[in-house]
T-cell receptor, first 116, second 113 residues
Framework: GAVVSQHPSWVICKSGTSVKIECRSL??????MFWYRQFPKQSLMLMAT?????????EQGVEKDKFLINHASLTLSTLTVTSAHPEDSSFYIC????????????FGPGTRLTVL | DAKTTQPPSMDCAEGRAANLPCNHS???????VYWYRQIHSQGPQYIIH???NNETNEMASLIITEDRKSSTLILPHATLRDTAVYYC??????????????FGQGTTLQVKP
C-alpha cells in the first residue's frame, strides 16, 4: 500500500496556541487530501477535502477559520488548529488520494492532539 | 452520512474464519464497497474493495450479494492481531472523480484465544 506519514505523532499544547500537523504522501502524488478527526470511542469524521493548489472544502459544522488547511504540493498538506481549546483534543488523520473513483484511499498513522 | 449498517460487535475464535456482515441496501450501481479496519490509536488500514464480483486478496475475501444490497468480509483464519474495528463503506462520489469515504460506527471484532 501507499506510504503516508504524519508529523507529529502526538502533541500537547496549551489552550490558545496553534498547532500544525503535517501529512506527507511519500510514494505517490496526492491530488486530493482528506482530513478526518476522531474523538475517543467514536468513528472517524470527515472534516475537509482539499485539492492541490485550491481552497479546501469543509464539512458542515467544521470552522474553516479554525482549521486551516494548506495543500500547496502534491506530497504535502498541513492542518493548522488555530487557537486550540480542550474540546479540540482529538485524533487527527489525513488521507491522501491520487484521484479516481476506484482509487484505493490510504490513511496516515494519525496525530494525537491534547490541549490543556 | 454513511449508508451502511453493521453489527456493533462480534467475537471470533482464533484460527477460525471471521465473517463480518454489512448491509448497504441503498447502494447505487456505480458505487463500490470498501472495507477498512482500525486498530486502536492507528490510522485505518485498507483491506479490500469491490463493485459486484467477489474479491480476494492476501488479507481477506469480499462476498457481495447479487443484488449488491449486502456484503460479507471474510478473514479466513483470524488471529489475535485481527482484533480491530472493521468499517464497511460505500464510496460516495456522484459525478466527482474523487469520492469521499464516510465512516459509520463499524464492527468491533474481538478475536479470542
Amino acid at each position: 500500500g501507499a506510504v503516508v506519514s504524519q508529523h507529529p505523532s502526538w502533541v500537547i499544547c496549551k489552550s490558545g496556541t496553534s498547532v500544525k500537523i503535517e501529512c506527507r504522501s511519500l510514494d505517490f502524488q496526492a491530488t486530493t487530501m482528506f482530513w478526518y478527526r476522531q474523538f475517543p470511542k467514536q468513528s472517524l469524521m470527515l472534516m475537509a477535502t482539499s485539492n492541490e493548489g485550491s481552497k479546501a472544502t469543509y464539512e458542515q459544522g467544521v470552522e474553516k477559520d479554525k482549521f486551516l488547511i494548506n495543500h500547496a504540493s502534491l506530497t504535502l498538506s498541513t492542518l493548522t488548529v488555530t487557537s486550540a481549546h480542550p474540546e479540540d483534543s482529538s485524533f487527527y488523520i489525513c488521507s491522501p488520494s491520487s484521484g479516481g473513483r476506484t482509487d484505493t484511499q490510504y490513511f496516515g498513522p494519525g496525530t494525537r492532539l491534547t490541549v490543556l | 452520512d454513511a449508508k451502511t449498517t453493521q453489527p456493533p460487535s462480534m467475537d471470533c475464535a482464533e484460527g477460525r474464519a471471521a465473517n463480518l456482515p454489512c448491509n448497504h441496501s441503498t447502494i447505487s450501481g456505480n458505487e463500490y464497497v470498501y472495507w477498512y479496519r482500525q486498530i486502536h490509536s492507528q490510522g485505518p488500514q485498507y483491506i479490500i474493495h469491490g463493485l459486484k464480483n467477489n474479491e480476494t486478496n492476501e488479507m481477506a475475501s469480499l462476498i457481495i450479494t447479487e443484488d449488491r444490497k449486502s456484503s460479507t468480509l471474510i478473514l479466513p483464519h483470524a488471529t489475535l492481531r485481527d482484533t480491530a474495528v472493521y468499517y464497511c463503506i460505500v464510496r460516495v462520489g456522484g459525478s466527482s472523480n474523487t469520492g469521499k469515504l464516510i465512516f459509520g460506527q463499524g464492527t468491533t471484532l474481538q478475536v479470542k484465544p
